[in-house]
């Protein structure tokens, strides 16, 4: 029988690469922690209409992206194709916001499911991190989350982020600019299903990748056209706000994003050297999410960024982050006294704090000295047993190669000075 792969669409994370993702997770965090963002998490799956209402019937991801199930309790699941809706929903359920505290501000990380066709930066299991400020209709808001995330990428050294923004209007100007464009959509050479999508989401057909779509969308009416006097507002304070902090941004009157829930403003950050699927992340505002999944009225804004698709970025730019060696010392015993000895000190050294490791499997000094390199240690501690009748180990540095005795009893604190 031949061995197992991982599902298509799938791909594992395995060290070094891996060490990569965790480093580019906590950096895309940190700004958001650092603004009052508290963690959360919610499970990796949901009701299905839980999903249907909140991203919409006529999306993509709802109607042919979801990995349904149905338990055997009979009850209709779906594995995380977002998470927006799962942390408004948790936020509803544990009353958030009827704190008194509003915005409640929240972050996130974790794995996503969109059943979507495989290529290069587009996976069926992905991973994202996320941040949600809810309850709370303020231009700063929507400023500070995009600063946020501008400044996720600035740390980790890409130059290559665009932002894209755009406003998608809200309840009162958005149903007028949705008439106007089915009228002018309905004149078009279209197919059958992009007709049909004219009548349920027309705004989703501006977003139509197909070369011979776009050329018939050259004259479109624009939101931007017909927003009312507070959304025009709303998104100028917004923009006006990204100009003073100093974040460059692009308007994009196409931007619709793919999913049902966005409001007034909306934006995409793209990175060129990433081929077609280009957006390494997104978000925007989404007043009406709430009670579209049965809560109040609680305005919200928010984003996620693709972890994938940042690491294919900071690939495309070349930079390789500085990461800390994960092993500090390494361990080289010679016969069964010093591997007693060692195993000891290694087992002392990581209680007070040293990352060590240790040659197992009986190898012999050549193959662990190999192994000591590779673990990217900078010092190896090397016993046999003539070191052991004198009461010494030998440290040795590993980049200068030299190396010198330390009594048993005082490996940790010369270790941790050496070190220090
Ligand atoms: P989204 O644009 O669907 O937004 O996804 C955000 C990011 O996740 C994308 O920009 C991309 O980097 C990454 N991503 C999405 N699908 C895939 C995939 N199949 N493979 C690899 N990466 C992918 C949302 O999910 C919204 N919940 C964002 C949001 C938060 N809006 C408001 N709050």
């Known amino acids: 029988m031949s061995t197992f792969q991982a599902p298509k669409g799938t791909y594992d994370l395995l060290?070094?690469?891996?060490?990569?993702?965790?480093?580019?997770?906590e950096a895309i965090a940190a700004p958001a922690r650092r603004a009052g963002y508290g963690y959360t998490e919610t499970p990796g799956f949901e009701k299905v209409e839980l999903f249907s209402r909140g991203v919409g019937e006529s999306t993509d991801v709802v109607t042919k992206e979801m990995y349904t199930l149905t338990t055997r309790g009979g009850d209709e699941l779906a594995l995380r194709p977002e998470g927006?809706?799962?942390?408004?929903?948790?936020?509803?359920?544990?009353?958030?916001?009827?704190?008194?505290?509003?915005?409640?501000?929240?972050?996130?990380s974790g794995s996503y499911y969109r059943y979507e066709r495989p290529q290069a930066g587009r996976y069926r299991h992905f991973s994202q991190v996320g941040a949600e400020a809810i309850g709370a209709e303020d231009p700063a808001l929507d400023a500070e989350l995009i600063i946020l995330a501008a400044d996720a990428y600035s740390a980790l050294g890409l130059t290559g982020v665009r932002l894209l923004i755009n406003s998608l209007g809200d309840r009162e100007c958005r149903p007028a600019y949705r008439a106007a464009l089915q009228d002018y959509l309905r004149g078009l050479d279209l197919d059958e299903e992009t007709r049909r999508r004219i009548e349920i989401n027309p705004l989703r057909v501006l977003d139509d990748k197909r070369e011979s779509v776009q050329k018939q969308l050259a004259d479109a009416p624009l939101i931007r056209d017909h927003l009312c006097e507070p959304c025009r507002l709303y998104d100028e304070q917004v923009r006006a706000m990204l100009t003073g902090a100093g974040v460059n941004f692009t308007d994009d009157p196409r931007l619709v994003r793919g999913l049902d829930y966005y409001t007034r403003t909306t934006f995409e950050f793209v990175h060129d050297g990433l081929g077609s699927q280009s957006a390494v992340g997104g978000g925007g505002r989404y007043d009406g999410l709430s009670e579209m999944i049965g809560g109040p009225s609680l305005p919200s804004v928010g984003w996620a960024l693709g972890v994938d698709r940042t690491v294919l970025a900071l690939r495309?730019?070349?930079?390789?982050?500085?990461?800390?060696?994960?092993?500090?010392?390494?361990?080289?015993?010679?016969?069964?006294?010093?591997?007693?000895?060692?195993?000891?000190?290694?087992?002392?050294?990581?209680?007070?704090?040293?990352?060590?490791?240790?040659?197992?499997?009986?190898?012999?000094?050549?193959?662990?000295?190999?192994?000591?390199?590779?673990?990217?240690?900078?010092?190896?501690l090397v016993a046999g047993e003539r070191d052991l009748a004198e009461g010494v180990v030998q440290l040795k540095d590993l980049a200068t190669g030299e190396q010198g005795p330390v009594a048993v009893d005082e490996i940790?604190?010369?270790?941790?000075?050496?070190?220090?």
Do not use: C
């Open 412 to 420: 940790v604190v010369t270790v941790k000075e050496r070190l220090a």
């Open 15 to 25: 060290p070094p690469d891996s060490a990569v993702y965790l480093a580019v997770r």
């Open 316 to 380: 495309a730019e070349g930079i390789e982050l500085v990461l800390p060696p994960t092993t500090d010392i390494y361990a080289v015993p010679l016969g069964d006294q010093a591997r007693e000895v060692l195993f000891g000190a290694v087992t002392a050294l990581r209680r007070a704090g040293v990352a060590a490791d240790f040659a197992f499997g009986g190898k012999g000094m050549k193959n662990a000295m190999k192994s000591a390199d590779r673990s990217g240690a900078r010092f190896a």
């Open 84 to 108: 927006t809706v799962s942390v408004l929903r948790a936020a509803l359920q544990a009353n958030l916001h009827k704190s008194g505290n509003l915005p409640v501000k929240l972050w996130y």
